[in-house]
């Protein structure tokens, strides 16, 4: 007798298993919607896919399954956004974390470096193929989807640590213009990589052999355009 009671009380409950089962299919059909909600943004645009062929393409029987998992089309941009920010965020704050270690100021160039590399990481450890560069291309012209972005950004302490370090590095720039420029950084950054991507897909040549060449031409095009002059009047 005693030894059936050990035995049940040392069993998982049945209802602890199913429930367990439950919460492994429901986090295997999420990540099966946002893998085919990615590559369908990215390839055919946010307007052109429906939440009915994100559901089609994920595998799922149910087309209410976007809806059910996720809510409305812009939550689930929100949820591929936030799954690929909180690795480039790691790595962003790794970069930053090294910059403090260094014992001296850094420059302009290690701040650019810290906005740049941390995706060029990010997409060399996805492997090949990538979709993402494209699917944050796609988001850039319309304006709701384009905030949604920032907000995800601006709320990432270590990309404020990066816009103060510019700041920083930029005293005589005025704030309108830094500002700008900031938006041309970030415009650069998503459209360049997004055509490397793109060319990597349709197998075209890339005028860089990897990510981190990529990233190393964009640093130094995006550290000029910092320093560039700027024209009485133009500001």
């Known amino acids: ?45 946010v307007f052109a896919v429906s939440n009915r062929q994100v559901s089609e393409a994920a595998g799922q029987g149910n087309n209410a399954a976007v809806g059910y998992h996720f809510g409305t089309k812009a939550d689930l941009i929100r949820a591929i956004v936030r799954k690929h920010n909180e690795q480039v965020e790691r790595i962003c704050q790794q970069m930053i974390d090294r910059l403090a270690d260094a014992g001296e100021p850094a420059t302009l160039g ?11 990481v990010h997409l060399t450890e996805l492997g090949t193929p990538t979709t993402y560069a494209r699917f944050s291309a796609q988001l850039m012209p319309d304006p709701s989807h384009r905030d949604l972005v ?27 213009v830094r500002v700008e420029r900031n938006a041309m950084a970030r ?17 075209a040549p890339t ?29």
């Open 207 to 235: 005028p860089h052999p990897s990510w981190d060449a990529m990233a190393t031409s964009l640093v130094d095009a995006i550290t000029g355009l910092m320093l560039a002059p700027v024209t009485e009047g133009g500001s």
């Open 187 to 203: 415009q650069l950054i998503v459209h360049m990589f997004a055509e490397r991507e793109r060319a990597l897909a349709d197998g």
């Open 150 to 176: 920032s907000e995800e950004s601006l709320g990432s302490s270590s990309v404020l640590h990066i816009i103060e370090g510019l700041k920083r590095c930029l005293p005589g720039l005025p704030e309108q």
């Open 110 to 120: 290690d701040w650019v470096e810290c906005l740049v590399r941390p995706l060029a």
């Open 1 to 45: 007798m005693s030894g059936w009671l050990t035995d049940r009380m040392t069993r998982p409950a049945r209802s602890t298993v199913r429930k367990t089962a439950r919460a492994e299919r429901s986090d295997g059909t999420r990540e099966a919607i946002l893998t085919a909600a990615e590559r369908l943004f990215a390839e055919h645009g």
